[in-house]
């Protein structure tokens, strides 16, 4: 179970992929002074390369209103198998990696930006190859091609915001790529934003556009990017709680040297014992709060069992030898452990005022496949414990 806090988007519009027109959702008036990002549902599992042979292009449209003006937003993809691709990776004593030879195929990448009257402002093609920098040349080349999905327009970030995911075919070896892309077909970013085998991170787009957070670090309009690493740490989780606040989750102790993953630095005490999960305030990089939590878990990568209830503007995160730790997003500082020894139980369903969250980790924790938590909506504190059928 991957959780992902949902951020409220000020504009949705519909999309097009491979001509078919999405219904467009109703939503909440903005004020017309404020710079929000354009939320695009994802495109349909179907688009994406392994389902796609015998084809090979997909492609997305939709329109945006920028500064006034509206413009219509293209982009596809194209997997060309007349151009195969080979990159070999030499043996590294160091990490015992015996070297390997990653096969594939060229990938295109194309956006266009016009006008209003159809006049092209900007465009740009990108192959494979641009985005090595970002998920390495052995994942790019034996990657399928993914139709990128557009997490909005932030003027104050200065662009349109992509995130453009590899994934090599029958695995679940897989990378994303963070792009921004001026309207003018320049671009101002490309990085990575997440991949397999590591934290569990999101890659988000805040609702005023002034925040993006990626693998690596937070970035902010018109300041210095906040780093997420952390000396004689590894990071196991962050989150974009809200437009001001992150939640950013450290194992310490476990420090991986470059270029080998040994040695490994054990914990002291006195470090399993200090806090580790941290809350930020992204506009001033400043601590809001802070607690201990361990109770993030390894499959394929690190998955932070937590969810976010809207009613009570509170996220939970649960550990099983600790409890539900309770984090009320207007008062971070004010976060607590509930033990479930103090939780009632019952086999009932939720009440009128209750909200079930399905913490599980599946193939993982076995006592959290078979219970979940019942929140009380109106006191986000009272919690209860709904036991399951085995």
């Known amino acids: ?77 194209h997997l060309d198998t007349l151009q195969p691709r080979t990159h070999i990776t030499l043996p590294d004593p160091a990490t015992y990696f015996p070297g390997d030879t990653s096969r594939g195929f060229q990938g295109y990448y194309k956006f266009e930006v016009s006008d209003s009257l159809g006049h092209r402002v900007g465009a740009h093609t990108f192959t494979k190859a641009d985005f090595y920098p970002a998920v390495g040349p052995e994942l790019a080349i034996s990657s399928e091609v993914e139709l ?33 892309l001026t309207l003018s077909g320049q671009v101002r970013y490309l990085g990575l934003g997440a991949e ?22 937070i970035k902010r309009a018109g300041q210095v990017p906040i780093p997420l690493r952390r000396m004689g740490a590894e990071l196991r989780g962050a989150t974009l709680l809200n437009d001001t606040l992150a939640l950013l989750i450290y194992e310490p102790g476990i420090l991986r040297t470059p270029p080998s993953e040994m040695p490994y630095v054990e914990a002291t005490a006195t470090q399993l014992r200090q806090p580790n999960a941290f809350v930020l305030d992204v506009r001033s990089n400043q601590e809001i709060s802070h607690f201990r939590y361990d109770g993030f878990q390894y499959v394929i990568g690190y998955i932070i069992p937590m969810q976010l209830v809207p009613q009570t503007q509170a996220v939970y995160l649960t550990d099983d030898d600790k409890g539900l730790y309770v984090l009320p997003l207007r008062k971070p500082a004010t976060g607590r452990w509930l033990s479930l020894a103090f939780m009632h139980g019952t086999s009932s369903p939720p009440t009128a005022n209750e909200v079930s969250l399905n913490l599980s980790v599946p193939g993982v924790t076995e006592s959290s496949q078979e219970r979940r938590f019942l929140v009380d909506t109106v006191h986000a504190t009272r919690v209860r414990i709904q036991l399951l059928k085995k």
Request: with cysteine; glycine share 10%; net charge neutral.
């Open 196 to 217: 397999s085998d590591g934290p569990e991170i999101t890659v988000a787009l805040a609702s005023n556009g002034q925040t993006l957070l990626t693998k690596k670090e």
């Open 148 to 180: 990128p999905h557009l997490l909005g327009y932030s003027e104050p970030l200065g662009g349109l915001v992509f995130t453009v995911t590899f994934n090599a075919p029958g695995t679940d070896w897989y990378g994303q790529a963070v792009l921004i």
């Open 1 to 77: 179970m991957r959780s992902i806090l949902p951020i409220a988007w000020g504009v949705v519009l519909g999309i097009t992929a491979c001509g078919q027109r999405q219904p467009t959702a109703a939503v909440p008036s903005v004020p017309p002074a404020a710079t929000l990002p354009v939320s695009i549902p994802k495109p349909p599992a179907q688009l994406t390369a392994s389902q796609l042979y015998g084809i090979f292009t997909a492609a997305a449209d939709t329109t945006l209103q920028v500064s006034g003006r509206t413009y219509r937003l293209s982009w596809q993809v």
